[in-house]
């Protein structure tokens, strides 16, 4: 008896149980968009928070998974770095309002509390066992190639490459949209930009499946929310 159950349930992926029936695959695609809701809602309430950064996480993460697929990258590590560039600035849920929404230049001490945002964003993260992997990419995404970033100044390969990429989207979508302060750089002033910013700042060879998509994310209109 038993085991013409156990060989009941290994038909396939369908199962029936109390009169349901249900296809694993189905539930597993809406076991992820349910995930992935729930990680749109913790974003919008960041943005709810900081205004004028509305839209940001959306296209970082848009940019990112361009990125990642032109390095080949599939699988779970494409979906982990889809998710991570979605929450990549949620620590800033951590950083007083005044300082996130200031119209003004930024006080030294200021930009200290902006700078632990990746560190409050890993300490939110890490509470989750599934989201692990997902806090050590947000930890790095201000790290920079030659060392000089934060918040552990790691250099080259020792950066998560999937850090490292969403580094690079980040710094695009902030160049090519406005902010209260500055009006938006040119899709071509970017890439200026992003070449100057190569070996330095940058991954060159991420910055170079920067260049190939280009023309594509400078046709698109990106719009905000
Ligand atoms: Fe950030
Ligand atoms: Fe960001």
Known sequence: MLQSIVRFFRLGN?????GFTWDSQDVEQSNREFFHDII?????????????TCGHS??????SLDLARGLGITGEALE?????????DIGKMGI??????????????????????????????RKSKKLGPIA???????????GKGYPHGLRRYNIPLASRIIGVADAVDA????RAYREPMS??????????????QFDPLVTEAAEKLWNTWAGEQQTDC
């Open 14 to 18: 369908l199962k029936q149980v109390a």
């Open 40 to 52: 749109e809602c913790l974003v919008a309430a960041l943005e709810a928070k900081d205004c004028y």
């Open 58 to 63: 959306s296209r970082v993460a848009d940019l």
């Open 80 to 88: 982990n770095i889809h998710i991570a560039a979605h929450l990549h």
């Open 96 to 125: 007083a309002d005044n300082i996130l929404n200031k119209r003004g230049k930024l006080l030294l001490e200021e930009w200290a509390q902006i700078h632990l945002h990746p560190v409050i964003g890993y300490n939110i993260l």
């Open 136 to 146: 050590k990419i947000v930890l790095h995404h201000h790290e920079r190639w030659d």
């Open 175 to 178: 160049m090519t949209t406005s």
């Open 187 to 200: 899709w071509k002033d970017c890439y200026y930009e992003v070449q100057v910013n190569k070996n330095k």
